[in-house]
């Protein structure tokens, strides 16, 4: 997978990016999301939404999401993300590794 797969849809309602504060990256940080099947599209529905009108209950935005098919750019590149603690937000492209697998079930 390449950035050919690489698709752009900003959270224009998450108050990060409405904040509108500017970093010139120095680097990235990777998390995972640690919810199995959720894929990266998904994330879009769930964090386009503004913590200061009640609609979402965390202040939490990254720059992408990466899921084993396609790539989901959700805050411009030099938008600065709330994705760390710390000095990082100022600095880094926050990214989150998605789990394509669904929860384990067991057969019987």
Same mark, same amino acid.
């Given at each position: *997978?390449?950035?050919?797969?690489? +698709?752009?849809? !900003? *959270?224009?309602? &998450? /108050? %990060?990016?409405?904040?509108? =504060? +500017? ?5 990235? *940080? ?5 919810t199995p099947g959720v894929m990266a599209a998904d994330w !879009?529905? =769930? ?9 979402? +209950?965390?202040?939490? %935005?990254?720059?992408? !999401?990466?899921? /084993? +098919? ?7 590149? &030099? ?7 710390? /000095?990082?937000? &100022?600095?880094?492209?926050? !990214?989150?590794?998605? =789990?394509? /697998? =669904? ?6």
């Amino acid at each position: *997978m390449g950035l050919s797969n690489l +698709k752009s849809k !900003f *959270m224009t309602r &998450n /108050d %990060c990016y409405t904040t509108g =504060r +500017k970093i010139t990256p120095k680097g990235i *940080m990777v998390h995972s999301t640690a919810t199995p099947g959720v894929m990266a599209a998904d994330w !879009f529905s =769930r964090w386009n939404n503004s913590y200061k009108a009640g609609e979402i +209950k965390r202040q939490v %935005c990254v720059h992408a !999401f990466l899921d /084993d +098919k396609e790539v989901w750019q959700y805050l411009p590149w &030099n938008h600065r993300g709330w994705h760390s603690g710390g /000095d990082a937000n &100022n600095t880094h492209i926050g !990214f989150e590794i998605v =789990r394509p /697998d =669904r929860a384990m079930s067991t057969a019987v």
